[in-house]
């Protein structure tokens, strides 16, 4: 179980919303990582289905598409001057979520989902669920950067479909009403 934790575990240290109509720039990517209209650049829209409940918080972040860097701590990865960006709401009421995220060029990048089912900004692994790009199938590790990475251009914002992944036995995988829709 502990080593289920360890390797799935995201570090999270979630920025509170700035009650400004449009947030400053910020170096974490925090404040100016969502999609406004009047931007350009490179985003990715997240559509996040299979959720277990609409508790606690949905947390879309990405990484440098490597596996030194995937899911490393943010504050590491700022600090050495690596792309990190990250995004958080709470869920909807019902539906499909929809997040969007602004990546900090073009490029290739590792994109993984986590829904924070109590809100205390880390991942449990008894109780969270996770979710990557690609959807690759997950056991009792995380995947390779490679599995979740995505490529963005200069001016692209494709969207993608994520399925939630919660525990299962000794893994993790989608809730069974999720199943199908995972194909």
């Known amino acids: 179980m502990r080593r289920a934790a360890a390797l799935l575990a995201a570090p999270l240290l979630i920025a509170a919303a700035s009650p400004t109509p449009v947030p400053p720039r910020d170096e974490r990517g925090r404040a100016d ?4 209209a009047v931007e350009n650049g490179p985003a990715v829209r997240v559509a996040i289905d299979g959720l277990k409940d609409r508790q606690g918080l949905l947390v879309v972040e990405l990484y440098p598409a490597n596996d030194d860097d995937f899911l490393a701590s943010d504050k590491l990865l700022i600090a050495s001057g690596k792309p990190f960006r990250r995004v958080s709401a709470p869920p909807p009421p019902a539906g499909s979520a929809r997040l969007c995220i602004r990546a900090p060029g073009a490029g290739r990048y590792a994109l993984f989902v986590l829904h924070d089912r109590d809100g205390d900004r880390k991942f449990g692994v008894l109780r969270d669920g996770a979710g ?10 995380k995947p390779r950067a490679e599995a979740a990475a995505i490529l963005l251009g200069p001016a692209e914002v494709p969207a993608i479909r994520i399925v939630m992944n919660y525990r299962r036995g000794l893994g993790f995988g989608p809730l069974e009403i999720a199943r199908e829709a995972r194909r």
């Open 33 to 36: 990582a969502d999609c406004r």
């Open 132 to 141: 990557f790009a690609n959807n690759p199938r997950l056991g009792r590790s």
